[in-house]
């Protein structure tokens, strides 16, 4: 029985019978088996998700460089990069890209701080980790959407519990200037992703030998100083893979400025401004030009990353 | 951790408070919200003076024509059957990856990282056109589709995390001990596997759950506008009522789904969340 189950169909090119490491024909049969059996499985998940990205990318990149305004139909046609020129000589693109990458730097900037502390806190749980855990989980969890309403409506000059706080102006109008309206946006990215930061900076923590910090401390390293050269280099990996994922996604960032000001006061994001062009204005050549820049400009910080990520993955394999 | 005195457990103490403060204020805020009454929805207090369940009953008035119930359908149904087909898929492709030996291994995950990357907004107006000449526009198969996006990356991601974990080798001993491959697998591999396909899933669904940007483009109308979106084009009962009270109830009430996931599998999603990423 033991032998023979291994034999039928399916187990044959998964399990790792020891009768089959005969020949060598036997060998290249069931490496080719493993592959057609590894290729059926992974090829269902691979298919959908080039038809769900790459070929609407393609797409985008098709309309890009048409004249495509479902507003005016009959006016459709092949332009080149008209579409690309006219996005890059408009101010409003510079304005948004200059108010996008302001959004990303400060608050994952900020997030990284925070989040540092937060890890470094929960490290040190004496008790009650779960209870932590979850409370941390909520920001995290939930829809940004509703966390951009929470603050909404917490800073909101007419019913906001902000503005009765004490050394905050009664009469404060939070959305009505950029500055302060930026402030609010930022908080709420903020209040929401440092969770995040905080669990990934949290996890890699936990893989750090703690024999290192016992022996720094006996040769008389100081607390800053056992940060700096312990904590901080063997974090790094996990470091830049969070500002990795954070710095991508906060320059996405979209739901929180279309419930707060929509982009007026000078707020709108590069991802607004491709709503408004695309949905808005129905203008889809236009429109479509944006998410192409937008998606290479993700595109290189990604690319930026992954070199940064690559240089430091090896310097932490020298160090183990 | 040996430094366990008085002073350390205060300072621990205090840093939970501030910890939990942090986290809580903006729902406990929307909670107060949520139960003031017309009258003293300005009135700028935390704690409301005068309560009310106007905001969540007046939110289901009208059955399927009322503001939240259809959103709240659309948004359940859109988000687990987004879910049940990704996980699915994802487990297939998380197997041969955690399992088997094959060429193109590391291609699959660094394109599922760079499509996890991916800006919606990139294919969002593509997708607007497609779905209008398909008749896929505000349809619940309109938002599944798009939700996959990030549904399959994140899937697939977080199962290989977990099924590289797994031991195998329990599979061969049990048939060794005589179990058919089909009891190995039910009896063996199953019960290991379970836990992480669960956490899977419990991701993709906060990630569907969360969508705003697609469903904000990809909807028109209540037959699959989910609650985020529904969210933003909500109006008070007349246009002199602003529907402050009612958004944040409903709100209130899209929150509640994660707050008990949060609080009952905590554990599994931190896991979920830091496996893939602190292996690089």
């Given amino acids: 029985m033991s032998t023979a189950a291994p034999t039928q169909v399916g187990e044959a090119a998964v399990g790792k019978s020891p009768r089959k490491r005969g020949g060598p024909t036997q060998t290249t049969d069931r490496t080719k088996a493993e592959r057609k059996l590894a290729l059926m499985l992974c090829a269902p998940a691979v298919i959908a998700m080039l038809l769900v990205t790459v070929y609407p990318i393609l797409y985008a990149v098709v309309l890009s460089v048409q004249k495509v305004d479902l507003r005016f139909p009959e006016e459709s046609g092949f332009v080149g990069v008209d579409n690309y020129i006219a996005v890059l000589s408009s101010p409003l693109w510079w304005q948004d890209l200059f108010n996008t990458s302001l959004v990303t730097v400060v608050s994952v900037t900020i997030e990284l701080m925070l989040g ?16 932590i855990r979850t ?4 920001p995290y969890g939930i829809v940004t959407v509703v966390a951009a309403f929470a603050w909404f409506f917490a800073f909101d000059p007419s019913s906001g519990f902000v503005n009765s706080l004490p050394f905050v102006p009664d009469d404060k109008a939070w959305f009505g200037n950029r500055q302060d309206a930026f402030t609010v946006i930022i908080l709420t990215e903020v209040w929401k992703t440092t969770p995040f930061m905080a669990l ?13 910090y016992e022996a720094a401390r006996v040769d008389g390293a100081s607390a800053w100083q056992r940060f700096w050269r312990i904590t901080l280099p063997l974090l790094k990996p996990a470091l830049l893979v969070a500002l990795l994922f954070r710095t991508l996604d906060a320059f996405r960032v979209f739901d929180s400025i279309f419930i707060m000001t929509r982009g007026s006061q000078d707020t709108e994001s590069v991802s607004i401004l491709g709503y408004n062009q695309l949905i808005s204005r129905l203008n889809l050549g236009l429109g479509s030009a944006v998410s192409v820049l937008i998606f290479v400009l993700v595109l290189l910080i990604a690319f930026v990353f992954v070199r940064v990520l690559g240089t430091a993955v090896p310097s932490q394999g020298d160090k183990k | 951790m040996q430094n366990r005195s008085p002073r350390a457990y205060l300072g621990w103490t205090l840093a939970m408070g501030v910890i939990l403060f942090y986290a809580l204020i903006p729902v406990v805020w ?3 919200l949520s139960f003031k009454t017309p009258a003293t929805v300005s009135d700028k207090k935390f704690v409301p003076q005068d309560t009310t369940f106007d905001n969540y009953t007046t939110l289901f008035e009208g059955g399927l024509e009322s503001p939240l119930l259809r959103p709240l359908i659309n948004s359940l149904a859109i988000a687990l059957i987004a879910t049940i087909i990704a996980v699915t898929l994802a487990s297939f492709t998380a197997y041969a990856i955690a399992r088997l030996d ?26 607007f056109d497609m779905w209008r000449a398909l008749g896929l526009y505000d349809t619940w198969l309109g938002l599944i589709i798009p939700y996959l996006t990030f549904a399959l990356p994140l899937a697939i991601y977080t199962l290989v995390a977990f099924f ?20 190995a697998f039910r009896k063996v591999i199953l019960p290991l596997a379970t836990p992480g396909v669960f956490t899977a899933a419990i991701l993709v669904f906060i990630f569907a759950w969360n969508d705003f940007l697609f469903a904000i483009t990809l909807t028109s109308s209540d037959r699959a506008r989910t609650v985020p979106a529904a969210l933003a084009f909500f109006t008070g009962e007349s246009q002199f009522t602003a529907p ?13 789904p994660i707050i008990i996931f949060v609080l009952i599998f905590q554990r599994r999603i931190v896991a979920g969340l830091t496996a893939g990423a602190v292996k690089g």
Avoid: Y
């Fill in chain 1, 200 to 212: 990934l900076l949290l996890a890699g923590l936990a893989t750090i030998d703690q024999g290192l």
């Fill in chain 2, 244 to 256: 402050t009270g009612n958004i944040a109830a409903a709100a209130v009430l899209v929150t509640i």
């Fill in chain 2, 102 to 127: 094959f060429p193109g291994k590391t291609l699959i995950l660094a394109g599922a990282l760079a499509i996890a990357m991916f800006p919606p907004i990139s294919v969002v107006g593509p997708l």
């Fill in chain 2, 30 to 32: 929307l909670i107060s």
């Fill in chain 1, 135 to 138: 409370s941390v989980l909520i």
């Fill in chain 2, 164 to 183: 590289r974990e797994i031991p195998w080798e329990l599979e061969q001993a049990a048939q060794v001990d005589g179990a058919t491959p089909w009891q």
């Fill in chain 1, 116 to 131: 540092m502390a937060l890890a470094l806190v929960m490290h040190k749980a004496l008790f009650g980790r779960g209870l």
